[in-house]
């Protein structure tokens, strides 16, 4: 199948589930006349898309006809290629989605960072420059720093998500958290470091070893955030009696971590944690197990978000991180009524691939924007920012609200925490082991131990 | 103990160094061709590599039979094609040609295999060592790694120092004009210099999925190492860039442990600090030519 015959298809598919929005089945019978879709789509699995219909009541079908929204000019800036480009390997998918239902409406203008910081605000300055009415962003503190910036400088409505609000906000408003909002022209959505670091000792406290962590915090301003004796994640972790080991930053460039490896086996460390992206994590976990060092828990950050990565590690399965959405949240499209299978199901059949966690949240950037639109009636920047300041949504990823956050304009999703295994379907699938932050997600069972 | 380990796992790293050196070393050698895409040639080896072992359902080891082939004629062609019409006394133009090089195949790579990071799987040698002592253990693939390095450069030196082909190459790097007046076609010579510079990187970049993750844009990191072994060891010396490639890998594993014994702050700058301090004192290299 080419590229453009795979976009087609997605957009008949989702023509047809718009048009049939409030009757549930939507996506089945939009795929019973594409052969080629046939045989996935049918594997959607009455019982998700059932909920769809009682969930979806006829006020959330209403606003998905896309003539109530003023016309818009929209820039979408994410990284598309380069080493972040695994945070928007889903992006094609949900702006086909999206064009198909609002491209008359909305125009929607789509940049690619090349994982640049530089680049990004670049790209940001000519969206503005073209006359975008909102900018949406997305893809780590990288991405979304640079083009919030630029926003704010000119006067331009942003909205971002897929980073962690820490240092999303604290960048952009150059101070720590107080109860001025980063910027007056921004408005975020994710999680935070506190979840994720609550998520980590909810995992650990399922699994019965001794807790004794070893730290593998890097030289990189992630890896520095979180090793942070004060306003990282030690305090929490000692604060629930776990022994730290930690042999101090190290640069991410390192080959060798045969150091690490042999203070971690000295010391019985049973836990290992970390913020390592993919190639790095790789290095450790081949050079760990070749010298004998193969423990129990493995819970880290970053590096094991995405199937595509996990499935070329030495040893996959197993392996522990924070998750931040999945085809199971209990949660259904504003826009098209569709429950996160539905969506999860309608990305695999598009594309051939297991679904990815920026999934969730790229569609819920577009549907608090619309959402945003069709409020404001305008495209008036004052009018536009305050209505996505008002936002008060039930999206994909939780409820979005701008005002309930712990700053202003920051809205905090739920956060949950599991580990990949070996899956009947794809090589390997997220087995959710802690869902504190959201007790209506099903829960798998309680961590497995590693070997 | 430790700092023995250190070094005994610094050896074994060292050992990809020099495989990755050793492509850089002889286009330098021959041609005093610096090439700026050598660290994206080794990762489009391992893509190629890839490619090979899900298409044909090869071991990642046999698809090198394949793979070096593939890449051996892709520097022959790239060498006569493009490369050529570089050379001249100003290295100016081709740093820019490979410079430009980098970025095509960086993008290449994302178009065709996507920003996925791959692996090349061999089974459960990759996790598998010789027990030493409590203390050390020797992974195989490390290992292997060093013994494929010692090969390639054994055969290397073999071929230059007792085959034709090789004293064709050392007249060229000498004095090509004179070569050329005694009936050697540099402009080939050249073009068979830069496939063999393609094939050893293609063996590195091969060797180097086996050992981690890669994707398409970690090319340029490694290009610095294999730099740096280059420099170290000696512009255009075959043995100097194993000793180059090697002490490059003690440093690294010595750095780490000074980082775990002593706080952060050494790591790979103690490699960089061995480069620099071979640069001061000695720049041809430890085992360099004085000429060059």
Redesign the interface.
Known sequence: MTESNKRTTSRRQFLGSAAAVGLGGGLLAACGDDEEAAPTTTAAPATTAAPATTAAPATTAAPSVASDIPPAKVGFVTPRTGPLADLGQTDDFVLAQIRSLYGDRIEIVDKDTETDVTRAGEVTNELIAEGAHLILCGGTPDTTIPVAATCDLAEVPCLSNLAPWQPHYINIKGGPPGPEPASVWNHHFFWGLEHMTQVYLDLWAQADVEPIIGALWGGDPDGQAFGDPEVGQPPAFIAAGYTIIDDGRFDLGTQDFSAQIQSFKDNNVQIVTGVLPPPVFATFQAQALQQGFNPPVMTVAKGLLFSSAVGSYPQGAGLSSEIWWTSRFPTTSSLTGETAGDLAEAYIADTGRNWEQPLGYGHALWEVAIDSLRRAGTTEKTALNEAIGATDLDTQVGRVNFNAGPVPQLSTQPLIGGQWVEGERFPLELFIAVNGFLPDHPVDGPLQLIG | M?WL??VV??IM?GG?FALFATGLSIAFGVMRFVNLAHGDLAILGAFVAVSVTSGLSLNPFVSLVVVVPIMLAAGYAMQLGVFNFTISADPLPSILVTFGLGVVIQ?AL?ETY??????LDVGSI????I?LTD?I??????LITLAAAVAVLLGLQAMLSRTSLGRAFRAVSDDPATARLMGINDRNLYAVAMGIAFATVAIAGVFLGI?????P??GP?QLL?AFEAVVIGGLGSVWGTLVGGLLL?IA??L???F???F??GS???LGHLVFLAVLATKPTGLLGRRDA
């Open positions: 430790e380990n250190a796992q610094g790293l990809l993008n994302l996507s920003a996925d990071s791959r692996g990759e996790v598998e060592s027990t203390a253990a020797i992974g195989w693939i490390p050992r981690q993750s890669f994707g844009t970690d990191a190492y890998g690294h594993g750095g780490g442990q980082e775990v014994s706080g952060y790591g790979p700058l």
